[in-house]
């Protein structure tokens, strides 16, 4: 049977369909699109995509994500942000969303995913190592564990929890609240959100 598209069309929408969530049709489209386009805007794009694994690295302290220029996590580095409380986070994009707040001044762990055996991850695949010598090293007073409201990020919270327990550590463990999103009725929550609804009831 015949071709129906040029091989070079073809091995476009065969690597984009390779991207989370993008699907045959989705990729069809996008190679489209950039055909469509200028050659610039191609170019433009294939560039920033070959200079990403160059121009991007994991914080040694954090894990965030830095430019590869930097030392440290600027978040870490900057003065005006509180060493001793510590926001432990699930994936470096995590950090953004609480960013967006403006509400925290403090910094940040990324633990690199979530405890989950189905997928083959333990907690020594993690940077939990690392977060226990941050809280001696920079003294910390907080850890506010900002895992997932998800089984695998519930599981993380308690792990962490006993270990730094039983480690001894003095320092305060605070878990982000949890209930059920504004707009949504109650007959459509899922029950890890009424379950943290319940437990952070409060007076009227």
Same mark, same amino acid.
């Given at each position: 049977?015949?071709?129906?598209?040029?091989?070079?069309?073809?091995?476009?929408?065969?690597?984009?369909?390779?991207?989370?969530?993008?699907?045959?049709?989705?990729?069809?489209?996008?190679?489209?699109?950039?055909?469509? $386009?200028?050659?610039?805007?191609?170019?433009?794009?294939?560039?920033?995509?070959?200079?990403?694994?160059?121009?991007?690295?994991?914080?040694?302290?954090?894990?965030?994500?830095?430019? $590869?220029?930097?030392?440290?996590?600027?978040?870490?580095? /900057?003065?005006?942000?509180?060493?001793?409380?510590? $926001?432990?986070?699930?994936?470096?994009?995590?950090?953004?969303?609480?960013?967006?707040?403006?509400?925290?001044?403090?910094?940040?762990?990324?633990?690199?995913?979530? *405890?989950?055996?189905? /997928?083959?991850?333990?907690?020594?695949?993690?940077?939990?190592?690392?977060?226990?010598?941050?809280?001696?090293?920079?003294?910390?007073?907080?850890?506010? *564990?900002?895992?997932?409201?998800?089984?695998?990020?519930?599981?993380? $919270?308690?792990?962490?929890?006993?270990?730094?327990?039983?480690?001894?550590?003095?320092?305060?463990?605070?878990?982000?609240?949890?209930?059920?999103?504004?707009?949504?009725?109650?007959?459509?929550?899922?029950?890890?959100?009424?379950?943290?609804?319940?437990?952070?009831?409060?007076?009227?």
């Amino acid at each position: 049977m015949a071709q129906l598209l040029p091989s070079a069309l073809v091995a476009a929408i065969d690597e984009l369909g390779k991207l989370p969530g993008v699907g045959a049709r989705t990729a069809e489209r996008y190679a489209s699109f950039l055909l469509r $386009a200028d050659e610039h805007t191609s170019a433009t794009l294939a560039k920033a995509i070959v200079e990403l694994h160059k121009g991007v690295k994991s914080c040694p302290v954090t894990f965030a994500l830095i430019d $590869a220029a930097d030392d440290v996590s600027n978040l870490y580095s /900057d003065p005006e942000r509180n060493k001793k409380m510590v $926001a432990v986070v699930e994936e470096p994009l995590d950090i953004i969303a609480l960013e967006r707040t403006g509400q925290f001044n403090g910094t940040y762990h990324v633990l690199g995913g979530a *405890i989950s055996p189905i /997928d083959g991850i333990g907690p020594e695949q993690l940077h939990i190592p690392e977060l226990i010598k941050r809280i001696t090293d920079d003294a910390v007073e907080e850890l506010i *564990i900002a895992t997932n409201a998800s089984v695998e990020g519930e599981s993380t $919270a308690l792990f962490l929890q006993r270990l730094i327990r039983d480690a001894g550590l003095e320092v305060k463990m605070t878990r982000l609240a949890r209930g059920i999103p504004v707009g949504v009725d109650l007959e459509y929550a899922d029950q890890i959100s009424l379950t943290h609804a319940l437990e952070g009831r409060r007076d009227l």
